[in-house]
């Protein structure tokens, strides 16, 4: 999975390199054609400059003949000087308007093209109105005076405007070839910086994939091995890989497939039918129910199926596949064929020992029958006999008879004892019994029923909290508290009156590090706590054990089978039961019931 990780990382920065080698390419390619487009504006605007200029002094030339004309014919009368204004007035309309259209895009200038024209209008109105005094001899009179010199004031105005607007132009000129000689000057640095990044791209691009074809070349080698490794394990776990190409229809098994059926490797063509060959025939029909179902659905759910080898060897298959789909798109569906023979063979065996396993429980039943009915039998009868001696012949008995009377007692009641703790552990083993929701504080109150009279005599003194319901087996759980409680009241202290608490919380396992198993969330916690002579810590563990006891029997009566019986209900109901303990300070059982 690493080796996978740091391809994709190693492609991943390619990809990344290439996009920000071409980003940055195509960033100063951009910036490139702006200069140049810039350039070419900045040289636009050059000529667009001159064309105004030439038209601003057409425009003044066609004023000054009309003027110089109108002069020439009022002093000579030569209608001949008044040709060039006739032909003049077309001209000068369509020069004025080619100043318009070329100041258009400029508002001061569009402005003054506007006073331009009036002050023109006004001038060529003046123009008309001398001419006409001249041509009627009025050249001599105070009004033709008048309007001769407001015509050359206007026309003043008039070479006054079309120099501002000259000038306007000439510093628009100045600074248009400012932006022409910087575009000129900036653009083979920027050509060159352009070369100079692309380079350096080109440079990181080609050492990344040095360096990521020399990793390549290390993880074929190790794809290699890994390849080797996993053929050698197919071989020693007995199966193998096949893959279907689902666009192209065809089929791919591995040798190692191949030498499952008992064949050489790539010894025939993969396909369907000829794997069908080595199919048992009475499973090839729902051998091919299965395949037709995999071509619909494109996946196949554990097939299981016999084959049989050339040489007769009959095996036992399974087949597992599902769908992969690669990087460019394309479906596969990649299967596992595994030999199962052995895992048939064990099963057949283990079930054998279950048959054996379900004959000794019924010895085993049989002798738990024996042991309550005819072992305890003659034990009866010894303790009748031994009950008739004591009333009739006591007194006849030495005092070495009487003390053999009385160990013959106490070791017949410690044998019925003992016989039935062993009944009631076997009885705990069963693992039939089903549970059910179970009201807990009745179970307790039963089993403190029980040990009435024990509990009566020893002043015994039980604390129990409210417990909810819980899914148990009642009987067993009846058993446990029986158990817990009757250890606390046999090992109290002695003129002690016994104090024994019974809580309850909520435990979530994450609070229970000693659990391996996760299968229940949250468990009921009951702890029973007593005042008794308790116990060394180094025995919290020893004293579940069968038949394991911390005292004498002279001491504490008792066969050592009670703790065992309540470890193995909670085994029974997967739960858990500690112990803990401090001498002459009591002891503390805990109990976990999972939560359903």
Known sequence: MKRLKSIYNSERFLRILFGSALFVVLCMGGLAYKYIRDLSESFKMVQHTYEIHIEL?????LLKDAESGKRGFIISKDTTFLSPLLNNREELAETLKNVKTLTIDNPEQSANVVVLEKKIDE????FDLTLAMAK?????TQEFRNAFTRGRFTMNSIRNKVNEMT???NELLKERRDESSESLSNAPLMVYYTLIISLVILLITYAQLSRSLKVLRNKNEQLETFVESTNQSAMISKYGNWVWHIEDQIFEFSDTLYRLLGEAPQSFEPTIENFLKYVHPED???????VDQMYVSQELNNLHYRIIQKDGTRKHFKAFAKLFKDSHGHHRLIGTTTDITDEKENYRILEEKNVELERNNEELASFNYVASHDLQEPLRKIQTFISRLEGKELDNLSDNGK?????IKTSASRMRSLIDDLLQYSRTNRSETSMELSNINELIDTAKHDLAE???EKKAVISVDILPEMKVIPFQIKQLFLNLISNSLKYSKEDVPPVITITYSKTKVSQMPWVKSVRHKSYHTITVSDNGIGFDPSYAEKIFVLFNRLHSKGTYSGTGIGLSICKKIMTNHNGFIQAEGTLNEGATFTVYLPIY
């Not at 001038?123 to 003046?126: K, N, Y």
């Open 454 to 456: 024990v509990i009566e």
């Open 167 to 169: 000038r306007h132009e």
């Open 403 to 407: 003390l053999y009377i009385d160990r």
């Open 57 to 61: 002094e057409k425009l003044t030339t």
């Open 136 to 140: 009627d001899s009025l050249a001599h």
């Open 123 to 126: 001038s060529m109105a003046i």
């Open 284 to 290: 090839r029909e729902r051998f091919m129910e299965e």
